[in-house]
């Protein structure tokens, strides 16, 4: 049984440009939540997948959006990079809306 | 609004101490809290998860504790190890049905050699 994956590891941007990050959730489950992570602080939830519709949304500006796939690995887009974007991106996958989610090992992305 | 604190942000210590990190939360009614480890640059490993109804979880040298009424719980580490120096997070799921995980900003260990 795999884990969390994403993909890439590590991202250099530049303001204004668009970013998309890639999440394979565990295997079984449907349900993938994404965080951002700045340095120093805990994560933020930005919003979470379930069965490909989005099913809550932290505070976080539209040009933040996401896809889940039919097998249940997601997409987060950044659109209009800002340099407060740069942070780590993490992802987690779960059983269902409310269980125990697992980790995978985080997008580090710089905006410069 | 529901918050997570966690004090202190920073914590060096000698080898072989017992350690304990503190997490404390605005709303007792959570339905469950889970400690994290996250290696410099990495990803989050789980390292307990404590549900509403349990007072504490043990796992090896690490034992978390709830207490719902002074919105606190604490992470214990027995015999700290230098490869136990690492950023401890608290994460809180509030309420029955509730998706989202709030988090703490994390405790910031070093165990010196």
């Known amino acids: 049984e795999t884990g969390v994956t994403q993909s890439p590891t590590h991202l250099i941007k530049t303001r204004g440009q668009q970013v998309t990050l890639r999440c394979s959730s565990q295997?079984?489950?449907?349900?993938v939540s994404w965080y951002q992570q700045a340095l120093g602080q805990g994560p933020q939830f930005i919003f979470q997948?379930?069965?490909?519709?989005?099913?809550g949304r932290g505070n976080f500006p539209p040009r933040f959006s996401g896809l889940q796939f039919p097998n249940y690995s997601s997409e987060l887009n950044v659109n209009a990079l800002e340099l407060d974007d740069s942070a780590l991106y993490l992802c987690?996958?779960?059983?269902?809306?409310?269980?125990?989610?697992?980790f995978g090992p985080g997008t580090r992305l710089t905006v410069l | 609004k529901q918050e997570v604190t966690q004090i202190p942000a920073a914590l060096s210590v000698p080898e072989g101490e017992n350690l304990v990190l503190n997490c404390s939360f605005t709303?007792?009614?959570?339905?469950?809290l889970q400690w994290f480890r996250q290696d410099p640059g990495k990803g989050l490993t789980s390292l307990l998860l404590?549900?509403?109804?349990?007072r504490e979880q043990t796992s090896g040298r690490l034992n978390a504790s709830l207490d719902k009424s002074s919105g606190r719980s604490t992470l214990y580490i027995a015999a700290s190890q230098p490869g136990d120096s690492a950023t401890y997070l608290c994460?809180?799921?509030f309420g029955f049905g509730n998706y989202q995980l709030i988090w703490g900003a994390g405790t910031k260990l070093i165990i010196k050699p």
């Open positions: 987690a996958s779960s059983l269902g809306q409310t269980d125990t989610q697992y």
């Open positions: 295997s079984g489950h449907n349900t």
């Open positions: 997948y379930y069965r490909e519709e989005e099913n």
């Open positions: 709303d007792s009614a959570i339905y469950n």
């Open positions: 404590i549900q509403s109804s349990q």
């Open positions: 994460a809180v799921k």
